[in-house]
């Protein structure tokens, strides 16, 4: 089965300052990503989705993220943090025929005032 | 729209009783799965169905039941709970895309359970 690794379990950044959260994935054939946020006490909700053709993906709140084969990561960007960013983060994995989704262990964010 | 509705939101069971958790959605998907949220292990399988009247394990199915008697329900149940079972519980429903690849999951709100 495909599995998902996010290596920085607790990240801190300025608000303003660029944010990059880190996920490399493990599966054979090609996967479709996701990645997702959660605030405190709230469910999960898709920020961006990478299938297929361009590799780099735009979503919701200004985030994107680039799909790099050669390197199995998805990591997701943003170029100037806001207060409201703070939450968890979570990279996913699915795959074709496979109907399951694996997610990684998450990413919380801290923005600094 | 409702999407994906789950009860309850806070529950504390007594180690040995059973419950069951509710999970409803409207979309008319037919892929639906349980997972369980701890801290610094992200969301983990425990149950997933890929229609009425189908279903399997995932990665920590032991000390759960699930059933889908309907395309909208996917109840999971705890048949004597643990201690272990402390966490919380997230019912997701998921879109299929064209190819049959899982295209989006919608989450319900969670469960929050305690087991002492």
């Known amino acids: 089965a495909q599995s998902v690794t996010q290596p920085d379990i607790h990240i801190t950044v300025s608000e303003g300052a660029s944010l990059e959260l880190r996920c490399n994935y493990s599966y054979g054939a090609t996967p479709y990503l996701f990645w997702y946020v959660q605030s405190p006490g709230q469910g999960l909700q898709l920020l961006l989705k990478y299938f297929s053709g361009d590799t780099l993906v735009q979503g919701i709140k200004g985030f994107e993220a680039e799909f790099k084969r050669s390197q199995s990561s998805f990591n997701l960007r943003k170029p100037s943090v806001h207060w409201s960013d703070a939450a968890e983060y979570f990279c996913?994995?699915?795959?074709?025929?496979?109907?399951?989704?694996?997610f990684g262990a998450g990413t919380r964010l801290t923005v600094k005032p | 729209n409702a999407g994906v509705t789950q009860t309850p939101k806070f529950q504390v069971l007594k180690t040995g009783q059973s419950m069951t958790l509710q999970c409803a959605q409207d979309?008319?998907?037919?892929?639906m799965s349980w997972y369980r949220q701890d801290p610094g292990m992200g969301l983990r399988l425990i149950h997933y169905s890929v229609g009425a009247g189908i279903t399997d394990q995932g990665e920590v199915p032991n000390g759960y039941n699930v059933s889908r008697s309907t395309t909208e329900d996917f109840p999971l149940r705890l048949l004597s709970a643990a201690p272990s079972q402390t966490s919380v519980y997230f019912c997701a429903s998921i879109e299929r895309g064209p190819s049959g690849e899982s295209a989006e999951a919608f989450f319900g709100q969670g469960t929050r359970l305690t087991v002492v």
């Open positions: 979309m008319n998907h037919e892929y």
């Open positions: 996913a994995v699915g795959a074709l025929g496979n109907n399951d989704m694996r």
